[in-house]
């Protein structure tokens, strides 16, 4: 069964700066997509960016961009210039392309952002 | 714009009680998909549904059920809630393309405290 690990509860970082949130995952499967979520407080969750396994170049949406690794299978957020407006509950989550649409989520991070 | 309704943000219930939660998306996606978000658990499928009438028991189905009578509407029903079911519930729709990274959009959540 596939897995997706968030390894940290909480994050903090000072406004303007940059963070790193981790992901690893499990699988057998080599076709795949991987994505990261964000849940505001009292807000709906929304996707930040998504990626697929077999694109080698890393996924970048304005300041957010993943570092991929797949051979690691590691799936790394990085959130440049950090705005109070990013603090929220950080999701990592896996499909698998063909099949069902299921997506299976990491524990996720909680992000604050230091004025 | 996508848009996921859930039937009330805050629902407090007794323990034996049936509950109804209802979800209602516009975008006439296929897809529709039921989740319970616990604290340090992230969030775990209980079931989902690909079309009308079809459902698919996710990881924790145990003590839910679903209904799918209409392609917008998706319930969960809690045929006797429990003190263990106070949990946050989030629906979620997509649509429904066999390798595609259709994004899941989610609605605000329903927080449910059975007593």
């Known amino acids: 069964a596939q897995t997706v690990t968030q390894s940290q509860p909480e994050m903090s970082v000072q406004e303007a700066e940059t963070v790193t949130l981790s992901c690893t995952y499990d699988?057998?499967?080599?076709?795949?997509?991987l994505f990261w979520y964000k849940q505001p407080p009292s807000r709906q969750m929304i996707l930040v960016i998504r990626?697929?396994?077999?694109?080698?170049q890393n996924a970048t949406e304005n300041r957010f961009s993943v570092n991929f690794q797949k051979a690691a299978k590691s799936f790394s957020l990085k959130i440049s210039d950090s705005q109070l407006g990013d603090a929220a509950m950080y999701f990592c989550a896996y499909r698998v392309n063909f099949g069902n649409e299921k997506l299976t989520f990491g524990t996720g991070t909680r992000l604050t952002i230091i004025p | 714009d996508v848009k996921v309704t859930q039937s009330s943000r805050y629902l407090v219930k007794r323990t034996g009680e049936k509950v109804f939660l209802e979800c209602v998306q516009d975008?006439?996606?296929?897809?529709m998909f039921w989740y319970r978000q616990d604290p340090g658990l992230g969030l775990r499928l209980i079931y989902f549904?690909?079309?009308?009438?079809?459902?698919e028991k996710g990881d924790i189905p145990e003590g839910y059920s679903v209904s799918r009578e209409k392609k917008e509407r998706f319930s969960l029903i809690l045929e006797s809630a429990s003190t263990n079911q106070t949990s946050m519930y989030l629906c979620?729709?997509?649509?429904?393309?066999?390798?595609?990274?259709?994004?899941?959009?989610f609605g605000p959540g329903t927080r449910l405290t059975v007593t």
């Open positions: 990626q697929e396994a077999y694109k080698q």
């Open positions: 699988t057998s499967e080599s076709d795949y997509y």
């Open positions: 549904s690909y079309d009308v009438k079809m459902k």
């Open positions: 975008m006439d996606h296929e897809n």
């Open positions: 979620a729709s997509s649509l429904s393309a066999s390798g595609s990274s259709y994004e899941q959009y």
